[in-house]
T-cell receptor, first 114, second 115 residues
Framework: DAKTTQPTSMDCAEGRAANLPCNHS???????VYWYRQIHSQGPQYIIH???NNETNEMASLIITEDRKSSTLILPHATLRDTAVYYC???????????????FGKGTKLSVKP | DGGITQSPKYLFRKEGQNVTLSCEQN?????MYWYRQDPGQGLRLIYY???????QKGDIAEGYSVSREKKESFPLTVTSAQKNPTAFYLC??????????????FGDGTRLSIL
């Protein structure tokens, strides 16, 4: 799986949009971009994933650049409960052996401040 | 509600003792996974199972064992051979491993400590 690069930490004001960047310059054409978050002492929570097109769900939006080398997770109106570590992961589409597993790096610690 | 249930939430192990962590899912998922997380670190894969009665070693399987006798259950045993078992253990499941667009969903974890 391709590696990802994320900033170590970010701050965001409550009520504002939080934009979390991720670089995945070695991504392959059949690899999906996944975002998870982990609140302290809880299991990771799935947020969103995409392949080429931008995606939106009730939690967030995912913007993938045309060359697919980077993406941005957008939380449109951040709340204090969005404070967490956010993980960007790329995952191959065709599964052989352990290729389907998620490789979590250290992620971005997002702090939402009042 | 559908989901993944891990128990217990906290577990203490004595030296030389085997302990078993429970993971149950009612999502009708074929694939299940066990990860280990150490403080300030990402997740590392211990074992995974693509289907009932099948499981494969992950990146750090030494000192651990699993079984998959039922679709909804994937217990993890931490054996006495695991010399550094103190960690946060996470179980996950997904509809299948064969398609990359199927997200994994996680339980709330079991925190294991050594007495």
């Amino acid at each position: 799986d391709a590696k990802t690069t994320q900033p170590t930490s970010m701050d965001c004001a409550e009520g504002r949009a939080a934009n979390l960047p991720c670089n995945h310059s070695t991504i392959s054409g059949n690899e999906y971009v996944y975002w998870y978050r982990q609140i302290h002492s809880q299991g990771p929570q799935y947020i969103i994933h995409g392949l080429k097109n931008n995606e939106t769900n009730e939690m967030a939006s995912l913007i993938i650049t045309e060359d697919r080398k980077s993406s941005t997770l957008i939380l449109p109106h951040a709340t204090l409960r969005d404070t967490a570590v956010y993980y960007c992961i790329v995952r191959v589409a065709g599964i052989r052996g352990s290729q389907g597993n998620l490789i979590f790096g250290k992620g971005t610690k997002l702090s939402v401040k009042p | 509600d559908g989901g993944i249930t891990q128990s217990p939430k906290y577990l203490f192990r004595k030296e030389g003792q085997n302990v078993t962590l429970s993971c149950e899912q009612n999502l009708n998922h074929d694939a299940m996974y066990w990860y280990r997380q150490d403080p300030g670190q990402g997740l590392r894969l211990i074992y995974y199972s693509q289907i009932v009665n099948d499981f494969q070693k992950g990146d750090i399987a030494e000192g651990y064992s699993v079984s998959r006798e039922k679709k909804e259950s994937f217990p993890l045993t931490v054996t006495s051979a695991q010399k550094n078992p103190t960690a946060f253990y996470l179980c996950a499941s997904s509809y299948t491993m064969r398609q990359g667009n199927q997200p994994q969903h996680f339980g709330d974890g079991t925190r294991l400590s050594i007495l």
